[in-house]
């Protein structure tokens, strides 16, 4: 069922068997594997079914450290940031949930393979086809599209798939409006946690008008994005999941520098095209064996095709005698790193004062992405520019050998990451290795917040994988009951 | 630019070289000269061959040159070339190069990274007056794309083509084949925020620059460029077809058949002398109008003329009997299905 507790007579208990908060892919995709599997499910979306109706205002906040857009990155209405997202998709690489050199906090309770049967279910929430995302399969190579690259070698071919991209409201609103597990209310926000010792009893709700109605349940599952999951435990006067002062801290998102031009053969293709009936985006990225040996993000590596600069022409790279180059042509590209963040308890969301319409305290964001952050993207960079020269795939000139001085904005991903980050144990993190908050025992998050370590993959298709596998694990418990 | 000591005695010993060998023949097969095998006699006079053959050399070259401290770079680089073991000159070239970035023998210019290897070559390749390096900033008209389909290629004035939810304007086009990343589309002169996927290329004209195109009638160039090799081909035009205002009728109202006509003559004459003579000796009167009913009159001081009414002129023919006095006399339009009449202005009529 689809309601708006605007338009329709908003009772005063809402009752369910599990209580999701926030109606974007996480909620929607965590509502509707709970529903299919029998459980009786409230889907709790602040925003309208079309539009975010009043309550917007309720995205604005404060931002300290390095910039950052708090309303322009997320949208309140069903569907959530997924009526602007992107569609790119693509899984963390096994080594972003290993522990690795520089990482002053621990990576991930869970591995790859815990997550594997997920994201190949996740592939079908954002519809793109399922499948490996192994670049050989793609009978790319030897296409002159991209570069032959072997195994063993520092940096690798690898790809993003993309979704249609999927608008989650609109795609899947002709299920939760026909379910009859699923009762989906709209304009209604969640302001409060009513708490008993370890257990969420009931949350509150209410509306741009003033209504207000209590929503019992079970299980209280928080999706309401990596910045309003945080906001809402900070809200509360016991703050869940704070014992090691972790809820809101580590906020990451992926930054992206253009570090330079590259002069190669030219036809690669390192950005979106269609390929044998499905749209990719190839990159390039470092080999595993390069992060586990020294202190360098991973990062995707895109190319694209610009104007020559004066001093080294592509002339220059036809030449057989540099370049080996079998009588082809050559292109200079400018080099764009999207790199991974790594997990600071001094990047962090905290609240202010002032509050909004609903009565939230408002949040502010330090972004905390000092030059050291920078120092091992160029790092990267650097290893990246030798490489090229030395497998003989080109040359490489840099643009900026800096980072981006305090106060500037580099490129970024609008991923809100890591400010619940789920850990092996409660001293290092927010939830347990099953999303659920280390001190309560029925509340639990669906939210790229839960990321302990960011890789450089856009993170919906991980939202995805983890809100299946939650939905999994809290219907094992039923399954379990008498 | 000055010649240092240096430079005079490297450049001379290089001189010597060429004199010996069978320089002209090497140049005339590149690939030939680059299977050279590395025990061959005349490997000095086959690597300067392949030094001047190169192209966009020059600046690096140059620069090589300036930096380099070898006083032979004929010997430097064969003796680098032998380390590699490689089968052939260009392989071993080639392939030095990279133990160059191996081993960290590596050179910067112009914040690019190169490798000793082919700094010592450019350096060759300018100092026996090789490494050509053209202009690249001349645009070269070419048709480099067989264009399939494209749009939109008509507007009409104050409407934004294709208009997207933020006020910019998009196009398309379809060309066969895959077109390159470094297409971009060009309206107007202006370079657009251009996407390519495969033979499809789409492109967003900003909300200021749609806006700026939209509001002046005309024809604006679409050109696709491709920014890697400047080449730049025409595709089309965009019109912007002027939206012409209503005329205002004599009682006030705005016509519903008449455009505002754009202009109408002749407005003066001289008594007795016919004006816009024709052949048949009548006088004739004409309007530029971009829109008339077909039973549009044209009426002179209240007379109906025989009107003639084409894509945007009307023309009305006055008889030769017909000798207006001095003075000013109305000229006006009507249309009877329309039950519309205004009046254009007044012929004046000076004595002869
Ligand atoms: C411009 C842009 C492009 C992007 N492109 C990509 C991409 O290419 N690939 C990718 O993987 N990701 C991309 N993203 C990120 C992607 O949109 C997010 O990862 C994804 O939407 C997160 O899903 P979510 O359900 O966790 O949160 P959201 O999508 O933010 O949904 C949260 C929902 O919770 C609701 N809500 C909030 N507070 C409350 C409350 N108190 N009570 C009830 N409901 C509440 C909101 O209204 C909203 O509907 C992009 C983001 C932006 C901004």
Known sequence: MLRSALTELLPEVLEAQVCVVGGGPAGIVTALELSRRGIEVLLIEAGGKDGPSAGEDAYAGVSSGRPYPLQGSRLRWLGGTSNHWGGWVRPLDPIDFLDRPGQS????????????????????????????????????????????????????????????????????????????????????????????????????????????????????????????VPRLLLAQSEVPGNQAGLVGACFMDHFGIQPGRLLAADGLRYGMFDWNGQTIIPMLKPAEGLLEDEALPNASIRLAATRPEQFLPPDYWSNRAISALQGGEAMTYDVIFINEPMPDPRSRLTLVDQQDSFGLPRLQLHWHLPPGEFGRALRLVDRFRHFVGQVGLGRFQWLRREGLPEGQTPGIGYHHMGTTRMSAAPDAGVTDPNCRVWDRDNLYVASSSLFSTAGFANPTLTICALASRLADHLADQYRLQP | MS?????????????????????????????????????????????????????????????????????????????????????????????????????????????????????????????????????????????????????????????????????????????????????????????????????????????????????????????????????????????????????????????????QPAAWGPQQAVEGVPFNEQPGGESALWIQIECAPTDAVMLLSGQRLPTTVSDGLITALVARDINPPPGGHPVELISDAAGERFMLGLLEIRAG
Not at chain 1, 127 to 156: H, K, N, W
Not at chain 2, 15 to 25: D, H, I, K, R, W
Not at chain 2, 48 to 60: D, N, T
Not at chain 2, 129 to 157: C, I
């Open chain 1, 105 to 228: 906090l621990p990576a991930w309770p869970i591995k790859h393979a815990d997550l594997k049967p997920w994201y190949d279910h996740a592939d079908g929430w954002c519809e793109v086809p399922a499948g490996d995302y192994d670049i050989e399969q793609l009978g790319l190579m030897g296409t002159g599209r991209i570069f032959d690259l072997s195994a063993g070698q520092e940096f690798q071919n690898a790809f993003f798939r993309v979704s249609p991209p999927t608008r989650f409201g609109q795609r899947y609103r002709s299920e939760i409006a026909a379910s009859d597990r699923l009762d989906c209310w709209t304009d209604l926000t969640v302001v409060e946690l009513i708490q008993a010792s370890a257990v969420i009893r009931e949350v509150r709700a209410v509306t741009t008008s003033g209504t207000e109605t209590r929503v019992r349940a079970n299980q209280f599952v928080l999706a309401m994005g990596g910045l309003e």
């Open chain 2, 3 to 259: 010649t240092t000591r240096r430079d005079f005695v490297r450049i001379s010993g290089l001189a010597l070289l060429v004199g010996v060998g069978g320089l002209t023949s090497a140049c005339q097969d590149r690939t030939d000269v680059l299977q050279t095998p590395l025990a061959h006699p005349n490997l000095a006079d086959r690597l300067i061959a392949v030094a001047v053959s190169l192209r966009g050399v020059h600046a690096l070259g140059q620069d090589c040159l300036n930096r380099q401290s070898q006083d032979d770079l004929t010997e430097a680089l064969i003796e680098r070339l032998q380390v590699t073991r490689a089968d052939s000159l260009g392989q071993a070239l080639v392939a030095s190069a990279r133990v160059d970035f191996s081993t960290g023998r590596v050179y910067e210019f112009q914040d690019w990274l190169l490798s000793e290897t082919e700094c010592l070559l450019a350096a060759l390749s300018v100092a026996v007056g090789g490494g050509t390096q053209e202009e690249a900033d001349e645009l070269v008209y070419r048709s480099f794309l067989t264009v399939k389909g494209w749009g939109p290629s008509r507007t009409d004035q104050g409407e934004v083509f294709n208009a997207q939810s933020d006020g910019s304007g998009a196009f398309w086009i379809r060309v066969d084949g895959e077109a390159s990343a470094a297409v971009r589309v060009v309206l107007d002169g202006v370079p657009l925020a251009t996407t390519v996927r495969g033979g499809l290329i789409t492109a967003a004209v900003t909300p200021v620059d749609a806006q700026r195109i939209v509001s002046s009638p005309g024809q604006y160039p679409l050109e696709l460029l491709d920014i890697a090799r400047n080449w730049i081909q025409s595709v089309g035009a965009l019109v912007v077809d002027p939206v012409t205002a209503m005329a205002t009728l004599d009682d006030g109202r705005i016509s519903t058949v008449f455009c």
